[in-house]
């Protein structure tokens, strides 16, 4: 599970911002809004709220930049998407960390690259029993060349994986490639653990071997009061014409779902952008809350109706194992009954920097407060700053 994540000169985010997933509330929280670990209680949910251009995306984006280094700098020899602040003084890399519990152990893992190589990168791990953190290993580019330093939990043969790694690819990825066991493990749970429905997704997962996956999707999509009999899935070659006369488009690699409602066959083509929203999430939220991973969405109400947004939090706060952080605009579940303070974060932009902060900065939050009326008002920030809309002139022209 995640319990921390840095970020550092990417896109609008300037300066160090950090997320933070470790239960800070003096509050004492809902009961299942955390999950107890010897390093102690980590949130299951962190909503984030802000302006439009705020930085929102960009928090989120980071995340999944860090987790697509790890798992294709090794296979795909290209420039690495490095972006970095556009108004910086300098040129500085990009810096991602995240902080993570893998098994029973804690551990802290990070890199600084430019689009040519990777700079620095380490890895520290924290024991539950000692509760002292220590290094596997540290990689910095100084002086022309690559020098590498290990602690003593480092197993394998250090000069070959050395030898074999690229400057633009990761040090971490390439031991994992190579199975060295705790990196493939690390690996492993970055690539599989982590999924993401950022900006226009139509996420499908692919193998449906298991027929109980689409029985459980289809609950789902019941539960949130979509109206159909039975949820279909064909190949691309077996797509047949809709109810509503129409060839459902199909992408390639994509599975073509349907809905069949009294006898006849209706396609994502024939359904509204809340149906198909909910039909595209179903897949990554279910696997999420099964693997026990983490599930990063922007905007999580989009399409959506406000209860199902709510019940889809609510999910996870019933969940003993998974988390979700997400983007929204939403502010009817910006509510004490369902966050604690140290769960709601909110983006606003200085100087065209990206700023995050969460709610328990701020001081005399009470539990009982309204916070959706105190946030829309201003208390908190956030909020984009209005004039009057002027869509056209006094005669209607533009």
């Known amino acids: 599970m995640i319990v921390q994540f840095k970020v550092k000169n990417y896109r609008s985010i300037s300066t160090e911002q950090i997320l933070s997933f470790l239960a800070q509330s003096q509050d004492s929280h809902h009961k299942g809004n955390t999950i107890a670990t010897p390093f102690g209680d980590v949130l299951k949910s962190i909503a984030i709220y802000g302006a439009n251009a705020s930085g929102k995306s960009n928090v989120l984006k980071a995340l999944n930049v860090f987790c697509e280094v790890v798992a294709k700098s090794v296979e795909i020899d290209s420039l690495l998407p490095s972006f970095p602040f556009a108004f910086a003084q300098n040129t500085e890399p990009t810096e991602l960390e995240l902080i993570f519990i893998v098994g029973k152990k804690l551990y802290r893992y990070g890199f600084a690259f430019d689009t040519k190589a990777i700079i620095e990168e380490w890895l520290f791990v924290t024991s539950p029993t000692t509760q002292r953190e220590s290094e596997i290993f540290y990689r910095v580019f100084d002086e022309g060349k690559y020098h590498y330093k290990y602690g003593r939990s480092f197993k394998g043969e250090k000069k070959v994986f050395e030898e074999r790694t690229r400057a633009n690819s990761l040090f971490l990825s390439k031991c994992a490639f190579e199975n060295q066991e705790l990196m493939r493990e690390l690996f492993l749970y970055i690539k599989d653990k982590v999924f993401f429905l950022i900006q226009g997704y139509r996420y499908f997962f692919k193998d449906f071997s298991d027929t109980r996956f689409l029985q459980k999707q289809e609950k789902f999509l019941k539960d949130a009061g979509i109206e159909f009999d039975t949820l279909l899935l064909e190949s691309n070659q077996q797509v047949t014409m809709s109810a509503m006369g129409e060839v459902a488009k199909a992408h390639t690699n994509e599975p073509i779902y349907s809905f069949l409602k009294k ?24 696997k999420t809350i099964e693997s026990g991973g983490i599930i990063i969405v922007d905007e999580l109400e989009k399409s959506l109706h406000p209860l199902i947004v709510e019940q889809i939090v609510k999910q996870f706060h019933d969940n003993n194992k998974a988390q979700i952080l997400f983007t929204t605009h939403n502010t009817t579940i910006l509510k004490s009954s369902i966050f604690c303070k140290d769960q709601i974060y909110f983006t606003e932009k200085n100087d065209y920097a990206t700023e995050l902060y969460s709610l328990l900065e701020f001081k005399g939050i009470r539990s009982e407060d309204n916070y959706e009326k105190k946030y829309l008002a201003g208390n908190y920030g956030a909020l984009p700053i209005l004039r009057d809309f002027e869509l056209g002139d006094e005669n209607g022209e533009r």
Request: glycine content about 8%; charged content about 25%; overall charge negative.
């Open 263 to 286: 006898g006849k066959r209706f396609y994502m083509e024939d359904e509204s952008e809340g149906s198909t929203q909910l039909l595209a999430m179903s897949a990554p939220l279910i």
